[in-house]
T-cell receptor, first 112, second 108 residues
C-alpha cells in the first residue's frame, strides 16, 4: 500500500494562477480531507468528503474547490492563487468517521 | 464551539527530563482525542488516541473530563522525541480539529 499520495511536493505560483493539488489513497477509505498548515495556526480544515460524490466545507474553504468523483481521489483546486494561500497542504484519509487519519507527505505551495 | 488549545508554542527540555505537553479542549459531546506527531519535514503520524490507553514510544496521555484536558507525558525525554506535536479532537465525521501545535526541543 502506498497510503496517501500527494503531488506535487513543491509548487510556486504567481498571483492569479490556478492549479490542482492531487491526492490519492489506495486504502479504500471513505473519508478524505484537506488541511493547510501555517505557523502558529496548527492545521485548519479546508474541505472534506465522507464518500464519493459528497463534499463539504471546512473552516477555511474560500478560494478552494474540491470534487470526489471516485473513492480514491480527492483533488484540491486553487481557482486564483493569492499570497495568503502560501502554505503547506496536507491531504488525509480515514476508514470511518472516528478512525485515525492517515496523512500524505504534504505539498509546499508558495504564491508570489 | 469545539476548540483545542495547546498553550505552549515551544517546549525545550534536556535529555532525560520529564515532558508534559498540554492540551485543553472544549466539546459538547463525548470527545475522541488524539495526539499526532510530525518529525522534521515528514508527514503527520498518529502517536496516541485516548480510547487505546496505550503507551507509544514512552508517551502516555490521560483524558481528564473534569479539567477538559488531554496532556501528553513522558517521564524521560530523548533527543529523537524532538518534533512538532499536535493535539486533535474528532467530530466523528472524519474531521479533526487541531490545536496550534507545540514544538518539543530535547537538548543533549
Amino acid at each position: 500500500n502506498a497510503g496517501v499520495t500527494q503531488t506535487p511536493k513543491f509548487q510556486v505560483l504567481k498571483t492569479g494562477q490556478s492549479m490542482t493539488l492531487q491526492c490519492a489513497q489506495d486504502m479504500n477509505h471513505e473519508y478524505m480531507s484537506w488541511y493547510r498548515q501555517d505557523p502558529g495556526m496548527g492545521l485548519r480544515l479546508i474541505h472534506y468528503s465522507v464518500g464519493a460524490g459528497i463534499t463539504d466545507q471546512g473552516e477555511v474553504p474560500n478560494g478552494y474547490n474540491v470534487s470526489r468523483s471516485t473513492t480514491e481521489d480527492f483533488p484540491l483546486r486553487l481557482l486564483s492563487a493569492a499570497p495568503s494561500q502560501t502554505s503547506v497542504y496536507f491531504c488525509a484519509s480515514s476508514r470511518t468517521g472516528v478512525s485515525p487519519l492517515h496523512f500524505g507527505n504534504g505539498t509546499r505551495l508558495t504564491v508570489t | 464551539a469545539q476548540r483545542v488549545t495547546q498553550p505552549e508554542k515551544l517546549l525545550s527540555v534536556f535529555k532525560g527530563a520529564p515532558v508534559e505537553l498540554k492540551c485543553n479542549y472544549s466539546y459538547s459531546g463525548s470527545p475522541e482525542l488524539f495526539w499526532y506527531v510530525q518529525y522534521s519535514r515528514q508527514r503527520l503520524q498518529l502517536l496516541l488516541r485516548h480510547i487505546s490507553r496505550e503507551s507509544i514510544k514512552g508517551f502516555t496521555a490521560d483524558l481528564n473530563k473534569g479539567e477538559t484536558s488531554f496532556h501528553l507525558k513522558k517521564p524521560f525525554a530523548q533527543e529523537e522525541d524532538s518534533a512538532m506535536y499536535y493535539c486533535a479532537l474528532s467530530e466523528n465525521t472524519g474531521k479533526l480539529i487541531f490545536g496550534q501545535g507545540t514544538t518539543l526541543q530535547v537538548k543533549p
